[in-house]
């Protein structure tokens, strides 16, 4: 099945600056990646997402890249502020109303 | 209305009973999943529900039992849990088909805390 690994567990980066959070993913089938934010006691809400078709997607300070031959896709925060500390996960899946497989979490942390 | 709706949201029970976890969407979404968080890990996921019918079962013990009695309802029972089954559990919904299918809408979540 599919395993989604996620690179580096902790981050902490000085506001204002970039944060920078890797995915690989091991099926090749899988067509869809999202990228979650969930805040200390909330519910995981989705930021960015990007599917199989396109290579590079923004949203304001947000980016997501994805590289399909080598299967792995990152997520950019630029000009980053405290709002943005939370635990990240990045998911990949194939298909709808399929597996939805979680990354192991980046806990990002803006140092002011 | 575009939330997930989820009841309670904490429960304590004991090992020895029986319990009900609830979630309700009204977004038409054709597709419902139950996750399960452990403290400081990702979202696990238990099942998923196309159009009503159990697509998904991640090999998940029967003393947790899904239930999906409309389009719009999810629940899963409890029964004779473990205490590691102590966690949040989200659910969440998604479009069925078309291009929103995969992007999922969580609920706020149930604690569940077993003694």
């Known amino acids: 099945g599919e395993n989604v690994e996620q690179h580096p567990s902790t981050l902490s980066v000085q506001e204002g600056d970039s944060a920078v959070i890797k995915c690989t993913y091991s099926?090749?089938?899988?067509?869809?990646f999202p990228w979650y934010k969930q805040e200390l006691g909330k519910r995981p809400q989705l930021i960015i997402d990007?599917?199989?078709?396109?290579g590079e997607k923004k949203d304001q300070r947000i980016a997501v890249t994805l590289n399909k031959t080598a299967k792995h896709f990152s997520l950019h925060i630029t000009e980053t502020q405290p709002e943005d500390s939370a635990v990240y996960f990045c998911a990949a899946s194939k298909g709808s109303a399929s597996k939805i497989i979680f990354g192991s979490g980046t806990r990002l942390s803006i140092r002011p | 209305d575009t939330e997930v709706t989820q009841t309670p949201k904490h429960l304590v029970m004991g090992m020895t009973n029986k319990k009900s976890l609830k979630c309700e969407q009204h977004?038409?979404?054709?597709?419902m999943y139950w996750y399960k968080q452990k403290a400081k890990k990702p979202p696990e996921l238990m099942f998923v529900y196309s159009y009503e019918k159990l697509s998904i079962n991640e090999s998940v013990p029967s003393r947790f039992s899904p239930e999906c009695p409309n389009s719009s309802l999810l629940n899963l029972h409890l029964h004779a849990l473990q205490p590691e089954d102590s966690a949040l559990y989200l659910c969440?919904?998604?479009?069925?088909?078309?291009?929103?299918?995969?992007?999922?809408?969580f609920g706020a979540g149930s604690r569940l805390t077993v003694l």
């Open positions: 969440a919904s998604s479009q069925a088909a078309g291009s929103g299918a995969n992007v999922l809408t």
């Open positions: 990007i599917r199989s078709n396109v």
């Open positions: 099926d090749s089938a899988s067509n869809y």
């Open positions: 977004m038409g979404h054709r597709a």
